[in-house]
């Protein structure tokens, strides 16, 4: 299994609302990713985790609060979101550790959330 | 700060023939890693092909070849052959080498080249 799986892979949600993206892999991945993307424009990083553990915030807005739970499994909490926040949400995994600086990352095929 | 820099936002090739996307970049680093990663409609970004600043020889993966001049900070990526498959935006990236938890996805992305595809 060598796929990163995002669900849902559509969402729209009121300013109100609070919803989660989800993001799974089973390749034994120990850093797992957040970007962002605005149509038309590159990826953004937001949060990296690694080892469970929360390793870099690239200043995100805290109405975006990402979770890992366990090794496999990547959330991405929403909550009072603007009209600019939407975008295609992806997430990504790679290998950890020692001899894996290299590695090259795997992505999922993203959320795209409109915020209403 | 790095820079990643790639100035055709569009390109078209007639299908069997071949295309050079360019990508220039700014550093003061020696050692680091380009990469060029192709996003179809599917949305999924996918790598095509990954280059070590301290090889010199230039990375190939099939039908993808990049020349890399590290003294004019250029990574082209050349496609042989043309297939409507590859049809796609692609993003030229670069990394720092890094040693710290989740350094690989540390990546500075230009804004993209579309490559259209002709039957």
């Known amino acids: 299994d060598t796929e990163v799986t995002q669900t849902p892979k559509h969402l729209v949600m009121g300013m109100t609302n609070k919803k989660s993206l989800k993001c799974e892999q089973h390749m034994g991945h120990r850093a797992m990713y957040w970007y962002k993307q605005k149509a038309k424009k590159p990826p953004e990083l937001m949060f990296v985790?690694?080892?469970?553990?929360?390793?870099i915030n690239e200043s995100v807005p805290s109405r975006f609060s990402p979770e890992c739970p366990n090794s496999s499994l990547l959330n991405l909490h929403l909550h009072a979101l603007q009209p600019e926040d939407s975008a295609l949400y992806l997430c990504?995994?790679?290998?950890?550790?020692?001899?894996?600086?290299?590695?090259?990352?795997?992505f999922g095929s993203g959320t795209q959330l409109s915020v209403l | 700060a790095q820079t990643v820099t790639q100035s055709q936002p569009e390109m078209s090739v007639q299908e069997a023939e071949t295309v050079t996307l360019s990508c220039t970049y700014d550093t003061s680093e020696s050692d680091y890693y380009l990469f060029w990663y192709k996003q179809p409609p599917s949305r999924q970004m996918i790598l095509v092909i990954r280059?070590?600043?301290?090889?010199?020889q230039n990375a190939t993966e099939n039908r993808f070849s990049v020349n890399f001049q590290k003294a004019a900070k250029s990574f082209s990526l050349k496609i042989s052959d043309s297939q409507l498959g590859d049809a796609a935006m692609y993003f030229c990236?670069?990394?720092?080498?890094?040693?710290?938890?989740?350094?690989?996805?540390?990546?500075?992305f230009g804004k993209g080249t579309k490559l259209s595809v002709k039957p």
């Open positions: 985790y690694s080892y469970e553990k929360l390793s």
């Open positions: 990236a670069y990394r720092s080498v890094g040693y710290y938890g989740g350094s690989q996805g540390n990546l500075i």
């Open positions: 280059q070590e600043a301290y090889k010199q």
């Open positions: 990504a995994s790679s290998h950890q550790g020692r001899g894996y600086t290299n590695e090259k990352l795997f």
